[in-house]
């Protein structure tokens, strides 16, 4: 019999875990079973207990994407494993990074050490394990353009696989982890970053916020700066109030829809694709249908940001998917767009 927290060498077992210091959107869930993962060596032996081995899975990171609808019936996997390795070096660097380091810590640490491309994804929470997930982007940059393979424990095949690129499928907010939830245990993501390449400074307000800083040939630290700015004065903190980030993926329609949308509301921001289809700013529709700043008790959209479902206080996980609900039928029958949820929404069984 376990008790309610035991170490195991390489990883600690808690029971009947709580949650709620473990998702951004400070939801007050539950675990069965909690294993903080410090050695990835251990997962073998971890999942081969019986109780994990037959119940329900979950890897959990900083839970900056997850909203939990309610207690989790099962084993939640924790990655905080640790480790920046240099493979090779030169014009660019080949670099492996353990799952559980923090994003944002390891985007700092390229910059400190001279590498360049990690920049626009500056104060992106959660850990390098989860950036290939969803493929990670902000400011006209996505985390998989320098993701040469992931290194992950197969639950299927009970062995560790190395994903080529090609193989991980990114596209927007996409990836063939998505496609196949629970089959991978993200261990180690591997990197090539360039010592030098153009900058992307195109992305609304990045040149701008370049120029209030008075900076006319910028460095990767100088635009990393520019976006740190413009994404504090953006979103809200998940520190001052629970929040996942974008709540809703942009969605990307065909061209015939994006003409009718832009014919009839001419101000919704849209971003040709190189498919020929049309993403479109789910912000703009959510503010535009009347939910910026909307509340029901503790469950809101942010004030600040129209795309950011927010805690207020003591919402629960049903109560923040109601809205999100809401929002979804409400510009739907508005635009006659559907919206995608972006976190991962997780429920009781
Ligand atoms: P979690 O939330 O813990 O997990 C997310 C999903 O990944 C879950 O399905 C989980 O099971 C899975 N997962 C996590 N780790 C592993 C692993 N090691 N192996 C297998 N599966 C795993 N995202 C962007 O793309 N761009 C942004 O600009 C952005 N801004 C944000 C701003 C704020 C304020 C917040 C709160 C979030 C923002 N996000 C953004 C979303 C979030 O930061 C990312 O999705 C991040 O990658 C989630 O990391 P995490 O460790 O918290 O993952
Ligand atoms: N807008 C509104 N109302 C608002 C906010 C924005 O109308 O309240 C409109 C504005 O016209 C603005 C446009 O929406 O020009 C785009 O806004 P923003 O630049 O903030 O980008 P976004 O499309 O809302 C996306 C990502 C963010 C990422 C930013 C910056 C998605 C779902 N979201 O947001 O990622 O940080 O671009 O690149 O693609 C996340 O995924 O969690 C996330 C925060």
């Known amino acids: 019999m376990l008790s309610e927290r035991t170490d195991m060498g390489g990883y600690t077992l808690i029971e009947n875990a709580s949650l709620a210091n473990r998702n951004t959107l400070r939801v007050d869930a539950r675990a069965t079973l909690l294993a903080e993962i410090r050695d990835a060596g251990k997962l073998p032996e971890l999942l081969d207990f019986p109780a994990v081995r037959n119940g329900r899975l979950l890897v959990l990171g900083e839970g900056s994407n997850v909203l939990f609808t309610g207690d989790f019936d099962g084993t939640v996997l924790a990655m905080e494993t640790r480790g920046v390795q240099v493979e090779s070096d030169g014009d660019s660097a080949r670099i492996a990074v353990a799952a559980g380091e923090r994003w944002d810590d390891f985007v700092r640490w390229t910059l400190g ?76 993501v591997r990197f090539v970053l360039p010592r030098s390449r153009p900058l992307r400074t195109d992305y609304a307000g990045i040149n701008e916020q370049l120029a209030r800083m008075g900076v006319d040939k910028p460095a990767p630290f100088h635009v990393a700066e520019a976006v740190v700015h413009l994404r504090t004065s953006k979103l809200p903190d998940p520190a001052v109030i629970g929040n996942a980030g974008s709540f809703f993926k942009n969605p990307i329609v065909d061209a015939a829809l994006a003409d009718a949308l832009k014919r009839e509301h001419p101000g919704l921001p849209a971003w040709p694709q190189p498919d020929g289809r049309c993403k479109v700013s789910a912000a703009w529709m959510i503010e535009t249908a ?60």
């Open 290 to 349: 009347g939910f910026k700043g909307f509340r029901e008790g503790d469950a809101g959209i942010s004030n600040r940001h129209a795309l950011v479902l927010v805690n207020h206080g003591k919402a629960t996980g049903q109560q923040l998917w109601a809205l999100a609900q809401q929002v979804m039928l409400g510009v739907r029958e508005r635009f006659g767009v559907i919206l995608e949820p972006e976190p991962v929404v997780i429920g009781a069984r």
């Open 113 to 188: 050490h001279g590498y360049a491309g990690l920049e626009n994804l500056i104060l992106i929470p959660g850990t390098v394990g989860a950036a290939p997930i969803q493929n990670i982007g902000a400011y006209g940059c996505e985390v998989a353009e320098f993701v040469e393979s992931v290194e992950a424990w197969d639950t299927r095949e009970r062995r560790v696989v190395m994903l080529d690129h090609a193989v991980c499928a990114f596209a927007y907010r996409d990836s063939l982890f998505k496609h196949e939830p629970g089959r991978y245990i993200v261990t180690a």
